[in-house]
Antibody, heavy 121, light 110 residues
Framework: QVQLQQSGPGLVKPSQTLSLTCAIS??????????WSWIRQSPSRGLEWLGR?????????EYAVSVKSRTTISPDTSMNQVSLQLNSVTPEDTAVYYC???????????WGQGTLVTVSS | QSVLTQPSSASGTPGQRVTISCSGS????????VNWYQQLPGTAPKLLIY???QRPSGVPDRFSGSKSGTSASLAISGLQSEDEADYYC???????????FGGGTKLTVL
């Protein structure tokens, strides 16, 4: 059974960097058949995919156009984790952030518990 | 302004059958599989239907999915009070190269 345990601060100041971590159990971040996405949810924007990382013959990271310039999603193979960094945040980045796995058949199946991140001074 | 279009609300009485639609385009629903998620208040979305019409183990067979062209539907038969939740459709978009979602349908059991 795959479990995703998220951690990170719930409050970030405007212009600073939002950083979240997702600890993976029951699978490997280095799996050649899985991908690891970050998705956020807010009342104004609904569910919004931010990007993903995955390994095939090498590591790939892909991002939504809307956040590409200020987002980094990266694996930590030693800790079996995946992290999200979102730079230069504004109050519009206030949302619940989810770490989500897509398995061998490509659909989003396992979700982390969610982390409410508020951007406020 | 979600990429996939769902009705914002739906309702039914216990025992009834309810359907929720999801409309997309040729770059998402029309060319890839549709998945459905159920979200109870304060919890993460839970996979309900995958690859258009497949149910994960543990999901009652009262839930079913279908897809035709650029539209998909989720049907819930024998409606129960515990089905009251938000429902979302999702698909991979080949043009945007990313996952896209519907705006969600709030199901009320009257």
């Amino acid at each position: 059974q795959v479990q995703l345990q998220q951690s990170g601060p719930g409050l970030v100041k405007p212009s600073q960097t939002l950083s979240l971590t997702c600890a993976i159990s029951g699978d490997s971040v280095s799996s050649n058949s899985a991908s690891w996405s970050w998705i956020r949810q807010s009342p104004s924007r609904g569910l919004e995919w931010l990007g993903r990382t995955y390994r095939r013959s090498k590591w790939y990271s892909e991002y939504a156009v809307s956040v590409k310039s200020r987002t980094t999603i990266s694996p930590d193979t030693s800790m079996n984790q995946v992290s999200l960094q979102l730079n230069s945040v504004t109050p519009e980045d206030t949302a619940v952030y989810y770490c989500v796995r897509a398995g061998r058949d490509g659909y989003l199946d396992y979700w982390g518990q969610g982390t409410l991140v508020t951007v406020s001074s | 302004q979600s990429v996939l279009t769902q009705p914002s609300s739906a309702s039914g009485t216990p025992g009834q059958r309810v359907t929720i639609s999801c409309s997309g385009s040729s770059s998402n629903v029309g060319s890839d599989n549709v998945n459905w998620y159920q979200q109870l208040p304060g919890t993460a979305p839970k996979l309900l239907i995958y690859i258009n019409n497949q149910r994960p183990s543990g999901v009652p067979d009262r839930f079913s999915g279908s897809k035709s062209g650029t539209s998909a539907s989720l049907a819930i038969s024998g409606l129960q009070s515990e089905d009251e939740a938000d429902y979302y459709c999702a698909a991979w978009d080949a043009s945007l190269h990313g996952w896209v979602f519907g705006g969600g349908t709030k199901l009320t059991v009257l």
